[in-house]
C-alpha cells in the first residue's frame, strides 16, 4: 500500500509574515481534523508544503512538531560557486528543508527550464539527502493532438532515467497537465488515472515492477475539495500537489481529510 501525499504548491504568495498567518490557521484546522479521525491514523497522508524561499526555515521550525514537511519550489543545478541569485540544494537542507520541487510547468513555461538542466537538479537533490518532487505534464495543444503519452514519457526519461533504482525511493512523481494548473479545468478522474497508469507502467519497463509499485504520483491541477475524491479514489493517484487551495487553510485541511480516508 502506497502511503498518500498532499502536497501544497504556495508558489509566489505570502511575505514570511504573512506565511507565519497561515500556517497558524492551518494547524488550528488541520489539528482539529487529525484528532477527529484518530482511529485511521495509519492512513493519513504526508502532508508536505513547499512555501517560497524565504518561509521555509521558519515553517520548518512551525511545523516540525507537527509531522507535516517542508520543501522549496527550486532549487540551483550546481552545487555552490558563483552563480548569482541561486539557492543551493544544502542550503536548503541546512534550513531543514526535506525536498524539493523539480519542473514544474511554471518553471518550464517562464525560466525555460528543460533537460540536463532538471536532471542536474535532481541530483542536487538527492545528494542533499532530500526528496525531489518531479512534475510533467502536457499542454494542451499536446493533448490535442494525442501527443500527451509521448511527452510526459519524454518529460520522465530527461528527468530520472539516469539514476540508479535505489535513488527512487526519494523520488516522488506529479501529472500536472499545464491545462489544468490554474485554470479551474481539472482533469478527469478517467483522464488522470489513464496517465498515472502509463507513468507508473513506463517507470516498471524502466527500474522493474517493484520500483513502479512503490512510485507515488500525484496529480496536480485545479484540485479542491469538490473534486479530489473522484480523483484521489483512482487507483494509480496517490495523492496531490494543490496550488490555488493550499493558500485557503479550509480547503486544503478538507484536502487532506478526503486522502485521509478515500482508500
Ligand atoms: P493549482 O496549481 O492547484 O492552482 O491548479 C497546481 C500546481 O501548480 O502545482
Given at each position: 500500500m502506497?502511503?498518500?501525499?498532499?502536497?501544497g504548491n504556495?508558489?509566489?504568495n505570502?511575505?514570511?509574515?504573512?506565511?507565519?498567518?497561515?500556517?497558524?490557521?492551518?494547524?488550528?484546522?488541520?489539528?482539529?481534523?487529525r484528532?477527529?479521525?484518530?482511529?485511521?491514523?495509519?492512513?493519513?497522508p504526508?502532508?508536505?508544503?513547499?512555501?517560497?524561499?524565504?518561509?521555509?526555515?521558519?515553517?520548518?521550525?512551525?511545523?516540525?512538531?507537527?509531522?507535516?514537511?517542508?520543501g522549496?519550489q527550486?532549487?540551483?543545478?550546481?552545487?555552490?560557486?558563483?552563480y548569482?541569485?541561486?539557492?543551493?540544494?544544502?542550503?536548503?537542507?541546512?534550513?531543514?528543508?526535506?525536498?524539493?520541487?523539480?519542473?514544474?510547468?511554471?518553471?518550464?513555461?517562464?525560466?525555460?527550464?528543460?533537460?540536463?538542466?532538471?536532471s542536474?537538479?535532481?541530483?542536487?537533490?538527492?545528494?542533499?539527502?532530500?526528496?525531489?518532487?518531479?512534475?510533467?505534464?502536457?499542454?494542451?495543444?499536446?493533448r490535442?493532438?494525442?501527443?500527451?503519452?509521448?511527452?510526459?514519457?519524454?518529460?520522465?526519461?530527461?528527468?530520472?532515467?539516469?539514476?540508479?533504482?535505489?535513488k527512487?525511493?526519494?523520488?516522488?512523481?506529479?501529472?500536472?497537465?499545464?491545462?489544468?494548473?490554474?485554470?479551474?479545468?481539472?482533469a478527469?478522474?478517467e483522464?488522470?488515472?489513464?496517465m498515472?497508469?502509463?507513468?507508473?507502467?513506463?517507470?516498471?519497463?524502466?527500474?522493474g515492477?517493484?520500483?513502479?509499485?512503490k512510485?507515488?504520483?500525484?496529480?496536480?491541477?485545479?484540485c479542491?475539495?469538490?473534486?479530489?475524491?473522484?480523483?484521489?479514489?483512482?487507483?494509480?493517484?496517490d495523492?496531490g500537489l494543490?496550488?490555488?487551495?493550499?493558500?485557503?487553510?479550509?480547503?486544503?485541511v478538507?484536502?487532506?481529510?478526503?486522502?485521509?480516508?478515500?482508500?
Amino acid at each position: 500500500m502506497r502511503k498518500m501525499i498532499v502536497a501544497g504548491n504556495w508558489k509566489m504568495n505570502k511575505t514570511p509574515k504573512q506565511g507565519i498567518e497561515l500556517l497558524v490557521k492551518f494547524f488550528k484546522h488541520y489539528d482539529f481534523e487529525r484528532s477527529m479521525i484518530d482511529e485511521s491514523a495509519r492512513a493519513f497522508p504526508e502532508v508536505i508544503l513547499f512555501p517560497p524561499f524565504l518561509n521555509i526555515a521558519d515553517a520548518a521550525s512551525l511545523c516540525g512538531g507537527w509531522d507535516v514537511k517542508v520543501g522549496a519550489q527550486n532549487c540551483a543545478s550546481f552545487s555552490d560557486g558563483p552563480y548569482t541569485g541561486e539557492v543551493s540544494a544544502s542550503m536548503l537542507r541546512s534550513v531543514r528543508c526535506e525536498a524539493v520541487l523539480i519542473g514544474h510547468s511554471e518553471r518550464r513555461t517562464h525560466f525555460g527550464e528543460a533537460g540536463k538542466a532538471l536532471s542536474a537538479k535532481i541530483d542536487q537533490v538527492l545528494a542533499n539527502r532530500m526528496a525531489a518532487y518531479v512534475c510533467v505534464g502536457e499542454s494542451l495543444k499536446e493533448r490535442n493532438s494525442k501527443k500527451h503519452f509521448a511527452v510526459v514519457t519524454g518529460q520522465l526519461k530527461e528527468a530520472i532515467f539516469h539514476l540508479k533504482v535505489e535513488k527512487l525511493r526519494n523520488i516522488v512523481l506529479a501529472y500536472e497537465p499545464v491545462w489544468a494548473i490554474g485554470t479551474g479545468k481539472t482533469a478527469s478522474p478517467e483522464q488522470a488515472q489513464e496517465m498515472h497508469a502509463h507513468i507508473r507502467n513506463i517507470i516498471s519497463k524502466k527500474f522493474g515492477s517493484k520500483a513502479g509499485q512503490k512510485i507515488r504520483i500525484l496529480y496536480g491541477g485545479s484540485c479542491n475539495p469538490g473534486n479530489a475524491f473522484d480523483i484521489f479514489s483512482q487507483p494509480d493517484v496517490d495523492g496531490g500537489l494543490i496550488g490555488g487551495a493550499s493558500l485557503n487553510p479550509r480547503d486544503f485541511v478538507n484536502i487532506i481529510k478526503i486522502a485521509a480516508i478515500v482508500k
